[in-house]
């Protein structure tokens, strides 16, 4: 009976342990960053801030700011930004993207940047692109660096571990959005790979495990991710897709 109450313990700290693991949002500062699923992000601070809204929650909460790395559909979804969008809401993306949109749009490319002082917001583009498969060319697609009122997140789109990472490493970025599911961007092992190049102080694993949006072919383990880094000095923290 002891033995069997023991073991019952251990089962059960298992379990708290395992929900541990997978964070509901995280807080950086006075910002709140939720992933909705996919490459999807919802940033609250003063303002809101969206990445690639292709998944939203029931009663999404409205944008002030919506950003989208590239123009393919599971990242540039008109149907998905007109539910978060107001006549005030800034959206910057891609040409590719931006022509399917409508209202307050801005396209950017790579180095690209603007600055909304009155927001405390200021939004910078890097390279994002594949090197080794063709579904991402170069110029085609960015990732953000948004310094929010001092916070430094990068929203790294649909990526391999390309060369312009390493101007990153001087950014100091606090948090890094990174893909891992592989086939369209980087494996969970390329992935830590770039990691270690950027150096952020913590790091989110994305575009992984999309089945239940319809995309397939990215199943990727975050715990394995999170292995990868161990004893980087970086953390990774696993968030739990909120939609
Ligand atoms: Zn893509």
Redesign the pocket.
């Known amino acids: 009976m002891k033995y069997l109450m023991i073991l019952l313990i251990a089962l059960l700290a298992g379990c708290v342990q395992t929900q541990t693991n997978e964070w509901a949002q995280y807080k950086v500062n006075d910002i709140t960053i939720k992933w909705l699923g996919h490459s999807a992000f919802i940033v609250d601070g003063e303002k809101t801030i969206y990445f690639d809204p292709f998944v939203l929650d029931a009663n999404p909460k409205q944008a002030d700011y919506i950003l989208i790395t590239?123009e393919?559909f599971?990242?540039c979804s008109p149907e998905h930004v007109k539910r978060i969008q107001t006549d005030r809401t800034r959206i910057i993306s891609t040409f590719g993207c931006i022509e399917k949109l409508s209202g307050k749009t801005n396209s950017i490319k790579p180095t690209e940047s603007f600055n909304y002082t009155f927001d405390s917001i200021y939004i910078v583009a890097y390279e994002s692109y594949n090197n080794d498969k063709s579904?991402?060319p170069r110029g085609d697609?960015v990732g953000f660096l948004v310094d929010f009122n001092g916070t430094k997140i990068y929203h790294a789109g649909?990526t391999d571990n390309v060369e312009e990472f390493a101007n990153l490493t001087q950014e100091k970025i606090d948090v890094l959005l990174v893909p891992i599911g592989g086939k369209?961007t980087m494996n969970a092992t390329e992935a830590a790979a770039a990691v270690k190049i950027i150096k952020p102080r913590v790091v989110i694993p994305m575009h992984f495990n999309s089945a239940k949006y319809g995309i397939t072919d990215v199943e990727a383990d975050a715990e394995q991710f999170k292995a990868l880094l161990g004893g980087s000095g970086i953390d990774v923290v696993i968030l739990k897709a909120a939609a």
């Open positions: 590239h393919h599971d990242h579904y991402h697609g649909d369209y």
